[in-house]
């Protein structure tokens, strides 16, 4: 079955710098990624949803210059947290799916990461 | 505009005992609906799928939903709890955009607890 791997599962940072989460789609191509914030015992917000091919479109609230989403190639998605805040501390889960817009296809979630900033 | 709504926050049952998880939806036409479940600080995993194929759908782990449209409803149902099903539950709305493209929008969640 379809295989998304995120990477890391776990990471703590300092306020101020960046952070980069990977995505990667391990048994196909994801045309559509998907990135997600999650606060603790809430639902998962949807950030940004990125195509291949174009850039990523950001939900109405989701700073871009905050969350550089990158969907380098058809197997790989990365999100950056830009100059990390505590505020930013979350679970981020990552999405993918390997078609555009029909939900026939599926959508395969990463293990998510837990990102701490100090 | 879709949605959907998950009627209970957090449910409770006994280990051999029947499970119901609500979910309402709303949609102005044929809707995608799933079930995700959720275990601590991991990723979700999909139980289930709807996509206006038979109306009673079967999943993983026994766990089954059925769609009716009547009542915008999309209940998760299993026959008897395992310890191992207690984790965080989310009912899903797959929302159609322009050109071809498409977003899910998660219910609130509902935290199922099993007791032995």
């Known amino acids: 079955g379809a295989v998304v791997s995120q990477h890391p599962s776990r990471v703590i940072c300092k306020s101020g710098t960046s952070v980069k989460i990977e995505c990667r789609s391990l048994d196909f191509q994801a045309t559509t990624m998907f990135w997600y914030r999650q606060f603790p015992k809430k639902s998962l917000m949807l950030m940004a949803t990125?195509?291949?091919?174009?850039?990523?479109?950001?939900e109405q609230g989701v700073e871009k210059d905050k969350f550089l989403i990158n969907h380098a190639s058809l197997t790989l998605s990365t999100l950056t947290v830009t100059s990390a805040h505590p505020e930013d501390s979350s679970f981020y889960i990552c999405?993918?799916?390997?078609?555009?817009?029909?939900?026939?296809?599926?959508?395969?979630f990463g293990s998510g990461t837990r990102l701490t900033v100090v | 505009a879709q949605s959907v709504t998950q009627l209970d926050s957090h449910v409770s049952v006994s280990e051999g005992t029947p499970v119901l998880l609500r979910c309402n939806y709303s949609?102005?036409?044929?809707?995608?609906l799933f079930w995700y479940v959720q275990h601590p600080n991991k990723g979700l995993q999909l139980l289930l799928k709807?996509?206006?194929?038979?109306?009673l759908v079967k999943g993983i782990n026994g766990f089954e939903a059925e769609f009716k449209k009547s009542e915008t409803s999309f209940h998760l149902t299993k026959p008897s709890a395992h310890m191992s099903d207690a984790a965080e539950y989310f009912c899903?709305?797959?929302?159609?955009?322009?050109?071809?493209?498409?977003?899910?929008?998660f219910g609130q969640g509902t935290t199922l607890q099993v007791k032995p």
């Open positions: 949609s102005s036409y044929s809707p995608s």
């Open positions: 990125s195509n291949e091919g174009s850039k990523a479109t950001y």
């Open positions: 999405s993918a799916s390997p078609g555009r817009g029909v939900a026939n296809y599926g959508y395969t």
């Open positions: 899903v709305v797959f929302l159609h955009g322009s050109s071809n493209t498409g977003k899910l929008i």
């Open positions: 709807y996509t206006s194929a038979a109306t």
